[in-house]
């Protein structure tokens, strides 16, 4: 069986490590892949989003099952494309995938079908935006409409800082188009909470629990990032939450989207906050999350290709999807100056022993060497029976890893330890 992954970063190198773990895949071919995936795969040289080159490479090999999981080529219809000539897919359709794609309709979606989320305000003009913004409760979020890269939201503490944000984003378009129209919601507070879950339309089975770690720097101090670092499972979120998300978001949201005409299938992500007034939906993303995957998907016992399967035949109740018991810590290794300037091309060290635990992300192979290409460059993962010796592993697997101008934060799961050690909630 010929499988296709498309994208090129640490989740997609994840997902291609766990594809290989299934007998019946004689090959995988990773579309573009990166430096490191090209060890676990056959990379081909065509991007995430060059829709018609990616049907036709899949016709010309005879691909039996692809994996899209981008957001961007998600939003744009590729699945439909690929099943149009015929070729099995995980990853929602276009239509369902707006579920990401516009921040506008998920918050409209929630709102009409009483999905518990943070208040809101929808403009097209930064006009009406900033006369909102004289009187808007502060703090307050700001939130462009389309996808940017994991950075469309801006928590503006001051209303000097709300209204420059409207600024960049509507006047100076610093997200292009995905920002001609903004959301300003409520601030909420509370723990962050990532569930990641498969769903074929009829069932939604969540995969375990994680948590983000967003800012640059330690502390949680700094910019906004695609994510520095992971832990799972989530030690905030307990057994009676999650029966709560169950009930009152995860379920919901899956019979929302079938009554607007838009089933889901594939990789329905949650980002929720718990809240003093209960788990509240922060945003929704169509697919796995980076570096979520990273430490959900070595969790996962059960095979899964089947599980991907079924969900594409709308069979997920049929099967057994089984997460171990254990944790997982994963430390994002990156180019010092990421998010913003930072330079490339410094050759990777990793030792051999460590290969199978690390998630390349930003890297090339140049000369049959790996070196840096982007801003996260790999990540440290480690799965250990508990918490704390999963960190350590991690860090200590960090530690033998070398290139210049690396970076990393050195508190991920620091938090998550605090709240499993002393109950801290």
């Known amino acids: 069986m010929k499988v296709l992954v498309i994208g090129g970063g640490g989740r997609e190198h994840a997902i291609v490590k766990k594809l290989k773990e299934n007998k019946k895949i004689d090959c995988i071919y990773a579309l ?17 989003k060059e829709t018609d080159k990616i049907v036709g490479f899949a016709q010309n090999e005879g691909i039996d099952y692809a994996v899209v999981a ?11 494309e690929l099943e149009r000539v015929g070729i099995k897919c995980f990853g929602p359709d276009k239509k369902a995938a707006i579920i990401e794609g516009s921040k506008v309709f998920s918050k409209n979606l929630m709102k009409k079908y009483s999905i518990p989320t943070a208040q809101y305000e929808v403009f097209d003009k930064a006009e009406s935006a900033l006369a909102y913004l004289e009187t808007a409760p502060i703090p307050t979020v700001i939130k462009a409409d389309g996808l940017a890269l994991g950075k469309g939201v801006i928590i503006a503490k001051t209303r000097d800082e709300a209204k420059k944000a409207v600024f960049e984003i509507m006047e100076n378009k610093k997200f292009g188009d995905s920002g001609n129209s903004i959301v300003i919601e409520e601030f909420l507070e509370g723990p962050e909470v990532s569930v990641l879950s498969f769903t074929d339309g009829k069932t939604i089975v969540p995969m375990v629990s994680s948590m983000d770690h967003k800012r640059a ?3 949680d ?16 979120y307990t057994e009676e939450i999650a ?11 899956v019979e929302a989207m079938n009554s607007e005409g838009r089933t889901f299938k594939g990789c329905l992500y949650f980002g929720l906050m718990l809240t003093k007034d209960g788990p ?7 697919r796995f999350g980076d570096p979520e995957t990273q430490v959900v998907l070595p969790l996962l016992e059960s095979d899964l290709f089947e599980i991907m399967n079924a969900v594409t035949e709308e069979r997920l109740s049929e099967i057994e999807v089984k997460f171990s018991k254990k944790s997982a810590c994963c ?35 140049r000369n049959d060497r790996l070196v840096t290409s982007g801003g996260r460059v790999l990540g440290a993962v480690a799965v250990e029976d508990n918490l704390e010796d999963a960190i350590n592993s991690a860090y200590n697997r960090a530690a033998k890893i070398k290139f210049d101008n690396a970076y990393y934060r050195t508190d991920i799961g620091k938090k ?10």
């Open 331 to 365: 430390v994002v290794m990156a180019s010092k100056g990421y998010p913003e300037h930072y330079e490339k091309g410094f050759e990777i060290s990793i030792p051999e022993s460590e290969k199978p635990y690390v998630y390349v992300a930003g890297a090339e192979l």
């Open 416 to 425: 998550a330890l605090l709240v499993q050690k002393e109950g801290i909630l």
């Open 70 to 80: 981008p957001d961007d080529p998600l939003v744009l219809g590729l699945v439909d």
């Open 32 to 48: 573009p892949g990166n430096g490191g995936i090209g060890k676990d795969s056959i990379c081909v040289p065509i991007g995430a």
């Open 243 to 253: 029966k709560e998300c169950m009930k009152k978001i995860f379920l919901p949201t």
């Open 217 to 219: 720097c330690d502390g």
């Open 280 to 286: 509240k939906v922060i945003e929704y993303n169509c």
């Open 221 to 236: 101090l700094g910019l906004n990032t695609g994510g520095m670092g992971t832990v799972a499972p989530n030690p905030y």
